[in-house]
């Protein structure tokens, strides 16, 4: 089974965003090519377009008032509608300040105003784009870089072989024993789920 291609819940102008994001924080160097060739935007997508983003298991009832930080985010939309939410007050935010839209800044601009955004010096008066950041838009790209690639991200298993993860190897607990703080024989070869179906 391939993994994924296309986008099952971006708009053009999400998918843009996206697109410009996963490649500002994933830049292609030595050792990956971009975000959007490692597939983190199909990843980020797929997670939004499912049960996670639908809110599966999430209490959508209210009321929505002002939590503790421990307990997540308090708030009456969907991650997907978050998400999204998010990405047009965080273009409207670069409108305001540059003059176009984030997937028309120049790299150095978007990596700032990202690092704004998180750092919470750029904000907007619908939607908290530090939470919505921090939250929500970094652990998805993080989990997009390490996940198996069945899911859309981690391409070819760039993450895996940078950091020597041999993929699904690595749950034999006897081999995570004998192999602690040594390189494991099978990491520059992971083997994915894709790799047994």
């Known amino acids: 089974m391939p993994a994924p291609v ?19 924080m ?14 983190l935007a199909i990843f980020i997508d797929r997670q939004l377009s499912g049960a996670f983003g639908q809110g599966a298991g999430r209490y959508m009832s209210g009321p929505w008032r002002e939590g503790k930080p421990e307990l997540g985010l308090q708030l009456p939309l969907t991650p997907e509608q978050f998400y999204k939410a998010g990405v047009q007050a965080a273009n409207r935010q670069a409108q305001k300040k540059f003059g176009k839209t984030f997937d028309q800044l120049p790299s150095a601009d978007a990596d700032a105003f990202l690092n704004e955004i998180a750092g919470g010096k750029i904000g907007d008066d619908d939607i908290p784009l530090a939470s919505w950041f921090n939250d929500l838009v970094y652990p998805l790209f993080t989990q997009a870089c390490y996940a198996d690639p069945l899911y859309g991200g981690n391409g070819d298993k760039v993450f895996w072989k940078m950091i020597g993860y041999p993929g699904l190897p690595a749950t034999h607990t006897l081999d995570m024993v004998d192999y602690r703080g040594k390189p494991y024989p099978g990491a520059q070869d992971p083997k994915s789920i894709l790799d047994f179906g």
């Open 26 to 39: 994933c830049p292609a160097d030595q050792f990956t090519p971009n975000g959007v060739d490692c597939g």
């Open 6 to 24: 296309g986008y099952q819940c971006f708009s053009a102008d999400e998918a843009a965003f996206t697109e410009t994001m996963v490649n500002v």
